[in-house]
């Protein structure tokens, strides 16, 4: 018990000594300021970044709590991967459910100020206003003067937000069309030269007053004016030309006509994402076809990569084979290349003209598969390249799963005279099983989700006939919703995309909960404790 006591004592005297406290202080002075610098950064971009400064507030306050109260010190071990787990997965799952419920995406990307700000940017050319003919004069420091001649009346040395006398500056002599040759400091800009700085003089307003003068292309200025102007009391937008005004409709700013303004803002609109998810016709179309194929690809892609890597697996867990661990290491091979590299391999090789496989097989029997015009042998394909690509994987897991199984099972089955095939049945399948059994459904999981392989093939293809969306036989969940979110043609839906996000989650959920309960791996995994 003695020895106890002194094993814990000198722990606790360095974490509640001076030098000790000391450090702890400052290393949270460095954390907290840097949190607060990245809070108000974040805040200050608005929209996604209060989000992120939210989350960051969160693991800022839990890891001065955890430092500070000295009930927590096991917690401080694990505060790093805490902070990392709410923000790389917390955060981006409660934003996401988030998302699904606004209708973010494109035209409404913006949040309501940032909206404002951008519609009280554009400008109008007043009844009666006046067009100028000018000509630009720029410094070496890069200020401007513009020299604008009316129709009628004199002419007028303008800087932004003032009127300049022309003799205050020492304008020289005019040319023949009425422009000074020269202003010292400046450089008289030519037609070419304007160009170059159109974008900068066009976010001037030269002048002051009624007798102002913004840049609208090479041959006019003119005295523009704000167009539109927030009224914060009635939250409504003034359009100063026509006097028409416009209220947020579902993030848009919409007059009572029915004439919107874009850009608009996000704004939550309640489970309207989910009711067009389920009521829209483009989703319902092809979406039991490609649901059940997706269900099929996983489910086939787990069987046959389990098949062939536990085969490989059995054959070179034998001492005797000569050479394995050569051999095993050969075939990690395509495990070791990126996916997406090995499917463009494949492409090639089962390329209708001059790929080697289907060239071999048309000298066989006379033809070869329409690897990617025919649905069928489009699927074969797939399926033929995702074993390729994850047998290696169940054979790595395969073999360290049979070296933990005791030799004198099989001894003792020798002994009463059982087959080689009764000892895999009844010895080596369901032991391996409680092992790598919640491997294959991962598998299960990642394969229902597996983007590359099918889009990288074929991009989903062959189309489906008829279907009022962007679809086809080898699409899976996953690259289909991706299409009618992101690829419609009517720009990003982010909301939407999102949205489908949280049913794929559901559904997949779900699966994963029956493959589980079906094959009773927690029980057996708890009983072997």
């Not at 949270?28 to 992120?52: E, K, P, Q, R």
Request: glycine residues 8%; proline residues 6%; charged residues 15%.
């Amino acid at each position: 018990m003695s020895k106890a006591t002194t094993t814990t004592k000198p722990v606790a005297s360095l974490s509640n000594s001076l030098s000790g406290i000391l450090f702890r202080l400052l290393a949270l002075t460095i954390i907290d300021a840097f949190a607060l610098w990245f809070i108000y950064v974040s805040i200050g971009d608005g929209g996604v970044g209060t989000f992120l400064a939210i989350a960051m507030i969160v693991i800022t306050i839990g890891i001065n709590v955890i430092f500070l109260y000295e009930k927590l010190y096991p917690l401080r071990w694990l505060s790093p991967g805490l902070a990392l787990m709410i923000l790389m997965v917390l955060y981006p799952v409660g934003f996401t459910t988030y998302t699904a419920f606004t209708n973010y995406g494109t035209g409404h990307l913006l949040t309501k100020p940032q909206a404002i700000q951008q519609l009280e940017k554009e400008l109008y050319v007043p009844e009666g206003g006046v067009q100028y003919k000018w000509t630009a004069f720029r410094s070496d420091d890069g200020d401007f003067l513009l020299w604008v001649i009316p129709p009628d009346g004199e002419p007028l040395l303008m800087a932004p937000g003032k009127i300049i006398d022309p003799a205050s500056v020492n304008a020289g002599d005019l040319d023949k069309d009425g422009i000074p040759k020269e202003i010292p400091g400046y450089t008289r800009l030519n037609r070419i030269s304007s160009v170059k700085y159109l974008s900068d003089l066009s976010n001037l307003e030269f002048g002051t007053g009624e007798q102002t003068a913004v840049v609208k292309s090479l041959d006019a200025a003119a005295p523009l004016q704000q167009k539109y102007v927030y009224d914060a009391d009635r939250d409504v937008l003034v359009d100063q030309e026509t006097g028409t005004e416009y209220s947020p409709v579902e993030g848009v700013f919409t007059a009572e006509d029915g004439t919107a303004l874009r850009p608009g803002f996000y704004v939550v609109i309640g489970s309207d994402n989910f009711d067009r998810l389920f009521r829209s016709p483009a989703f319902r179309g092809p979406f039991i076809r490609i649901f059940i194929w997706t269900i099929v690809f996983a489910a086939l892609s787990v069987l046959l990569t389990f098949i062939i890597g536990l085969l490989f697996a059995i054959v070179y867990n034998d001492p005797t084979m000569p050479y394995r661990k050569i051999i095993r290491s050969l075939l990690l091979i395509s495990y070791a290349i990126p996916p997406f590299i090995s499917v463009m391999m494949w492409r090639g090789l089962l390329n209708p003209s001059l790929g080697v496989i289907s060239l071999n097989i048309a000298k066989i029997f006379g033809s070869a598969p329409a690897w990617f015009a025919d649905p069928t042998w489009a699927k074969i394909g797939i399926l033929l390249i995702q074993t390729w690509l994850g047998f290696p994987y169940m054979m790595l897991i395969c073999t360290g799963a049979l070296q933990t199984i005791p030799g004198d099972l099989y001894e003792a089955a020798d002994v009463d005279g059982a087959s080689i095939w009764q000892q895999f049945r009844h010895i080596t399948l369901p032991l391996l099983l409680v092992a790598v059994g919640p491997l294959l459904i991962g598998s299960f999981a990642f394969n229902f989700n597996n983007f590359t392989v099918i889009d990288v093939y074929n991009q989903g293809g062959p189309p489906i006939p008829n279907s009022p969306t962007q679809a086809g036989h080898t699409d899976i969940l996953i690259t289909y919703i991706f299409r009618l979110a992101f690829a419609s043609g009517r720009g990003v839906d982010y909301a939407y995309g999102s949205a489908i996000t949280i049913v794929i989650f559901v559904v997949l959920t779900a699966i994963v909960l029956a493959q589980f309960r079906f094959t009773k791996t927690w029980e057996e995994i708890s009983e072997n404790v």
